[in-house]
């Protein structure tokens, strides 16, 4: 894990921690790297809810509650599928944010519609909104998946306060 990484996890938590907030990471292309960043700080605990790998569709559905249908109509690369994966992460955890990334990390997998390094974060928060964006970073998959992570604690840092 690289050093931009591992402080902006400090970051984040202890930013979180201020708050009175703890954090549910739903990932998909990641596999779990958001959880393992902010998981790595010693005391993270006090933060960190949980974490869900959600990598196949199927997961999606049966851990954070995707609606099937709207990965069919939408695709698991969508703003509706990570909307519904940062808000399944709030149903069925006690988190007051939750965050879902989907996207293609590569090096394969990429489609003119939905090209290597698309990725689409959203953060919701328990009682308020839930936030979107959609990026398409460059690079290879290490650093999509890391652009990504980075990307989600921003998000994450925003509805924090």
Not at 4 to 9: D, G, K, M, P, T
Not at 113 to 131: D, E, F, L, W, Y
Not at 138 to 157: E, I, W
Request: aromatic share 2%; charged share 20%.
């Amino acid at each position: 894990m690289n050093d931009e990484i591992l402080r902006a996890s400090e970051a984040l938590l202890q930013r979180c921690r201020s708050a009175g907030l703890t954090v549910a990471t739903v990932e998909s292309c990641t596999g779990g790297l958001l959880a393992g960043a902010l998981t790595a700080i010693a005391g993270s605990s006090d933060v960190v809810e949980r974490g869900l790998v959600t990598y196949t569709n199927e997961a999606k559905t049966e851990l954070a509650s995707v609606p099937a249908r709207l990965i069919d109509t939408h695709g698991a690369v969508s703003e509706p599928v990570a909307r519904a994966m940062a808000e399944g992460g709030l149903a069925h955890s006690g988190a007051d944010i939750a965050v879902g990334i989907t996207g293609v990390a590569g090096p394969g997998g990429g489609t003119e519609a939905k090209p290597v390094g698309r990725v689409h974060i959203a953060a919701a928060r328990r009682g308020g909104k839930t936030v979107h964006r959609r990026y398409t970073f460059s690079g290879d998959r290490t650093t999509v998946r890391d652009a990504s992570v980075l990307a989600a604690m921003g998000l994450v840092g925003r509805l924090a306060g």
